[in-house]
């Protein structure tokens, strides 16, 4: 189980390091095995920072952010349970060795002892698990496999840890729409076996093909999180409502698309509290003033 607690991350900025910059703002959720929950929202809301943040690779500035009660220790025992995979496949592998050198790292690191033909049987399952067949992939350069074959061996390697949680961030953004599809449908075959999975992702129309629960960022900050259907069915926030709402417009900026209307909790409001309110069971709803707001759906 993962679970954020006013998760905030704040880094230092500007020209001598003298300004700083609050990437995620108390952020809490939870993932629990075998689910998914979907991070939403648009470029510099912080996903990215929070899915650095389950990983280990980015220290949290304040808050609790435990996997199964323990709190994030980057190391091989960590990682032999919690994994990322990332937009940009390519940039996983060394592009002068074969792409399969990826399963020969996880045998050194974490299954020393287990034989030749043993490995060779393992690695064959893994990669058919993710739908590829071995005579095509093992073996062959990073050049010489497509993003979608590259991210799917990603996805396999992870399968020869005894895995419990993975991050994956952006996977689909660069592969063709019936490669993401096989590659979604691999997500769902995780959550089958108990993995739970942060899907990290601007694009909704994914984030509701899979997820349990959906979390709405805004500028670091939670602005809408529940189970997927009543964030989708019912959205509450005015920044949820415009992103479910937003239409490409030549010449004017997306936002202008459904403007945001002043409620105390919108952004800017008089009252930036940071608690949520649970609307209805499952559902909550970043908002100073609810219930007294009044605002519930038009
Ligand atoms: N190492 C860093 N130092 C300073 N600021 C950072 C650092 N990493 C991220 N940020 C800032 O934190 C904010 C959130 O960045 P993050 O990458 O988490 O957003 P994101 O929602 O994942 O965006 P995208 O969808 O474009 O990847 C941004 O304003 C970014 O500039």
């Not at 998760?7 to 230092?12: I, Q, S």
């Not at 919690?82 to 002068?96: A, E, I, K, L, M």
């Not at 799917?152 to 895995?163: G, K, M, N, P, S």
Request: aromatic share 8%; glycine share 10%; net charge positive.
């Amino acid at each position: 189980m993962l679970t954020l607690d006013r998760v905030t991350k704040t880094f230092r900025a500007g020209a001598f390091g003298g300004g700083s910059v609050t990437a995620v703002d108390r952020v809490s959720f939870a993932a629990a095995p075998g689910e998914l929950v979907s991070l939403i929202g648009e470029s510099g809301s912080g996903k990215s920072t929070i899915g650095r943040m389950v990983l280990g690779l980015t220290e949290v500035s304040a808050g609790s952010l435990t996997l199964d009660g323990e709190r994030v220790r980057p190391g091989k025992d960590f990682y032999r349970r919690v994994q990322g995979v990332f937009q940009d496949p390519f940039s996983c592998y060394n592009p002068v060795f074969k792409a399969d050198r990826v399963f020969a790292l996880i045998r050194r690191a974490y299954h020393p002892g287990v034989g030749d033909r043993e490995w060779a049987d393992r690695v064959e399952k893994a990669v058919r698990d993710v739908r590829l067949d071995p005579g095509q992939v093992l073996g062959r350069y990073p050049h010489q496999l497509s993003g979608g074959q590259l991210q799917r061996l990603l996805i396999a390697r992870a399968l020869l840890l005894d895995l419990r949680f993975l991050v994956a961030d952006e996977i689909t953004s660069m592969l063709d729409a019936s490669t993401r599809i096989d590659v979604l449908n691999l997500l769902a075959g995780l959550k089958e076996r108990g993995l739970g999975v942060l899907y990290i992702t601007h694009d909704l129309s994914l984030g509701t093909y899979l997820a349990e629960k959906t979390v709405v960022l805004r500028n670091g900050r939670v602005v809408e999180r529940g189970d997927t259907q009543k964030v989708f069915g019912n959205p509450l926030h005015p920044y949820t409502r415009t992103l479910l709402a937003a239409v490409p417009r030549l010449n004017q900026p997306w936002t202008a698309a459904v403007p945001l209307d002043a409620c105390a909790y919108h952004e800017g409001g008089a009252s930036p509290g940071d608690d949520l309110y649970e609307t209805e069971p499952g559902h909550f709803v970043a908002c100073a003033a609810l219930p007294a707001c009044g605002r519930t759906r038009a």
